[in-house]
Structure formats: structure tokens, C-alpha cells
């Protein structure tokens, strides 16, 4: 275990706050990927290949935090992405107990420490774990995933959450449900779920995600949604509301806002949109199938033809879809380019069509069975529910 030869120590438990992020520019963008630094990924994926697989991981967290390898027990990999691994676990002691996720973060490239590019990308990647860290673990809402404890493993570290059974909506999607677009009732109830999260980070604790998309909600067994993935997050906590904010360009290029990729200056009241944007993307997605700009011929990879399809394209839907007019009224305010015009949170969660998911909730309370429940979202079965979408289209028409 040379290879992992160092003499930090590995701190248990302990949340890290106030850690200022730096919200450099950047200039690359990724491919469906998050945008949250450009250090190379060839870089990254060797460094990371001590999170890559179970077996590696685990005689380093032996040799290097035997704290964590008594207390706890690394099952499989769920995922591995630009910065890290999200593994399943659970307590040694008490296998009974509730399963863990555990999402470890790269910091530190030491093998080329000496270069100022991998110095600058170091730092980068670290200020990104560290929001992660300061962000979420500090947030404590029924929709984003409760952080039991962060460890500080050499140089790198380890967020220990909740663990959701379902996994992300990609996954639910393509394992559970089978299906690629969802039906309204289901996606009026995911809207639901990550409205009240960004209701809670924006106006309880003014951060913006800057990373919303299916791969970054997540799903429980009571069918609880939970928005995670704080890494690209910005707070403007020490900002007044008539006060500005220059936007880095971090996020998802798909699900980026107009003026997130021209990284433009707004106004701290207006800081709620860009998620709103996002999740707009994120429900025409689930409903549709499909961005709600077109990429017909254009390459994946061609970042700026991308771009200007957002910018550019007329917000368009697909004929004869059976969606209620006030579903995409709500998304029309949601994707609307222009910031001004935008629905903010306030707006979101005072608009018709969302005022729906309160009955959708009270059908949950009485259905009890989450897998009944899902099924009666999949089929938009909720009597009351589908009463109020007539009564409310009766009143616009
Ligand atoms: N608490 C959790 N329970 C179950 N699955 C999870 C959990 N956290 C993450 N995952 C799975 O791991 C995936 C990646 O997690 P996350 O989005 O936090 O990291 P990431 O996208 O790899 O990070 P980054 O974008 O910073 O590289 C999620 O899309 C989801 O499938
Ligand atoms: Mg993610």
C-alpha cells in the first residue's frame, strides 16, 4: 500500500462550514457533463482510480482511516463521476440499520503538484469539494439527502448521506419504471419535490444548486424526492437583494440558462431563476423525452452550436402530447429566456398547475403504499387531482 503513502490523518465526523467558494471562469464545456473545472479528465481518471474500485478503496481506507473501515462496510460502486465514487455501505456493527451512501471526493493530484496547471486544477477541484462539503452538510430539509458525517481522508474526503433506494431519476426511469417520458402526475410530484428543496436553499439559506438534472434528484422508498450534488453550488449569503452576482459558468451544458452560458451579471433577487430554468429543462425532459430545443445534427461534443440552439431556438412542444394547458403554461414560464420574464420560487410554487401537487400529496398520505402510489402517478389515476386539472383548464378556456 506504498502507493498511498502519506501522513494525513483521516478526521471523523466532523463538518467543515464556511468555506468560501471561488467561482473562477471557465471556459470549457463538457458534454452532458457537469462544468465544474478544467483540469483534464485523463488527470482525473487516474488519480481516481483508488475510488474506482471497491477492493483498492478499501485497503486504502484500512491503511489510511481505520476509524471508518471498523465503523463501516463498503458494499458496491453506484456511480463514479468527474471528481469522485458514490458507494453503497452500511454499519459494521448493526447490518440491520439503514444503508449508507458514501461519496468520496478527489482533491489532490500529488504526483503533479509541481506544475501550475495541476496546482490550478487542484485548487479548483478542491473548492468544489469543499462546497460540496460546506453546502450541503449544512442543509438539513426532508428533500436533500441528511448528511450524517464527513471524514477527511488524506487529502481527499467523504461525504457519509442518506442512501435512496431508487437511486437518480435516470435510474428510476430506465430500471423501475421502464419508461422514457413520465406521465404529468408523476412529474407535477417530482416538481414538487425538488420545488420545496430549492424553496429551502434559496430563501432559507440563499444558495443557488447551478446543477439541476435527472442524475442529481434522487428517490427514496417512501418515494421522497431529494435533490443532491452541491459541488457547483454558489451562495450569496452576504449579498443584498439589490446587490449583483456575476454567474460562473458551472452546471450541465444542456440544462444551462441563457445567461448562465454567457456568464452574465444579475441581480440577486433574480438568483432563484437560473435553477428555475433548469428544472424547466428537467420536467420537459421527463415529460417529452427530448431538450426543449432541438440538436438534430448537431455534435454532441459542438458546445457552441449547443449554446446557440438555447439562446436562439423558439421554445416549442409536441403536438398532441394529452398534457393539461396549465402544465405547459408552467413550463413556458419556467424556460422563458429572458430573466426579467421568468418565473422566480415565489412565482414557481404560486402557479396553477403546481398548486396541484398539494392534493397529490394528500393522495400519498391515504395510499400509504409507495408502490401502489407510484403506479397511480404513472397512470395519472388521482381522482381528485385530475378534477382539479378540469375545473382549473374550465376557468381559463
Ligand atoms: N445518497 C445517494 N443515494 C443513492 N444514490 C446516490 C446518492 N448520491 C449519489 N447517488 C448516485 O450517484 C450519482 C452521482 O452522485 P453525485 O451527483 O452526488 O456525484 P457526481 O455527479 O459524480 O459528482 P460530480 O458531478 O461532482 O462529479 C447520482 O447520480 C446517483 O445515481
Ligand atoms: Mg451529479
Not at 47 to 53: E, G, Q, R, V, Y
Not at 207 to 236: A, E, P, R
Request: glycine fraction near 4%; hydrophobic fraction near 35%; include cysteine.
Amino acid at each position: 500500500m506504498n502507493s498511498f503513502a502519506n501522513n494525513s490523518k483521516c478526521s471523523n465526523g466532523e463538518i467543515c462550514k464556511d468555506i468560501k467558494k471561488n467561482n473562477n471562469d471557465i471556459n470549457d464545456l463538457k458534454n452532458g457533463k457537469k462544468i465544474n473545472s478544467n483540469f483534464e479528465k485523463k488527470d482525473t481518471d487516474k488519480d481516481n482510480n483508488i475510488f474506482n474500485d471497491l477492493q483498492t478503496l478499501n485497503g486504502f481506507l484500512k491503511e489510511y482511516c481505520k476509524d471508518f473501515d471498523e465503523k463501516f462496510e463498503l458494499l458496491e460502486k453506484i456511480n463514479s463521476g468527474s471528481a469522485g465514487a458514490v458507494y453503497r455501505g452500511q454499519l459494521r456493527k448493526n447490518k440491520n440499520s439503514k444503508q449508507i451512501a458514501f461519496k468520496f471526493l478527489f482533491n489532490n493530484n500529488k504526483k503533479e503538484k509541481n506544475s501550475k496547471k495541476s496546482k490550478d486544477n487542484n485548487n479548483k477541484r478542491e473548492n468544489n469539494n469543499h462546497a460540496e462539503i460546506s453546502f450541503h452538510g449544512i442543509l438539513k430539509n426532508k428533500h436533500i439527502p441528511f448528511v450524517y458525517a464527513y471524514y477527511k481522508i488524506q487529502d481527499h474526503s467523504c461525504i457519509a448521506m442518506e442512501y435512496t433506494q431508487y437511486g437518480d431519476l435516470e435510474s428510476l426511469k430506465r430500471k423501475i419504471l421502464k419508461r422514457s417520458s413520465l406521465s404529468e402526475t408523476l412529474v407535477l410530484y417530482i416538481a414538487g419535490g425538488i420545488l420545496e428543496a430549492l424553496y429551502y436553499i434559496h430563501v432559507k439559506n440563499k444558495i443557488i444548486h447551478m446543477d439541476i438534472k435527472q442524475q442529481n434528484v434522487l428517490i427514496d422508498d417512501y418515494l421522497n424526492i431529494k435533490l443532491t450534488d452541491f459541488s457547483v453550488s454558489i451562495n450569496y449569503r452576504n449579498k443584498a437583494l439589490k446587490e449583483t452576482i456575476r454567474l460562473p459558468m458551472v452546471g450541465t451544458c444542456y440544462y444551462m440558462s441563457p445567461e448562465v452560458l454567457d456568464q452574465k451579471t444579475i441581480l440577486v433577487s433574480e438568483a432563484s431563476k437560473i435553477d428555475i430554468y433548469s428544472l424547466g429543462v428537467l420536467l420537459y425532459l421527463l415529460a417529452f423525452y427530448d431538450y426543449p430545443y432541438k440538436l438534430n445534427d448537431v455534435n454532441s461534443k459542438n458546445y457552441t452550436q449547443i449554446a446557440k440552439n438555447i439562446k436562439e431556438q423558439k421554445l416549442e412542444f409536441p403536438a398532441d402530447t394529452g398534457h393539461s394547458k396549465l402544465f405547459i403554461n408552467f413550463l413556458k414560464n419556467c424556460l422563458n429566456k429572458d430573466i426579467k420574464q421568468r418565473y422566480d420560487i415565489y412565482q414557481a410554487m404560486n402557479d396553477v398547475w403546481f398548486k396541484g401537487y398539494q392534493i397529490i400529496l394528500d393522495e400519498k398520505e391515504k395510499i400509504y403504499n409507495a408502490s401502489k402510489f407510484l403506479i397511480d402517478l404513472m397512470v395519472d389515476n388521482l381522482i381528485n387531482f385530475n378534477e382539479y386539472l378540469k375545473t382549473q383548464e374550465k376557468l381559463l378556456s
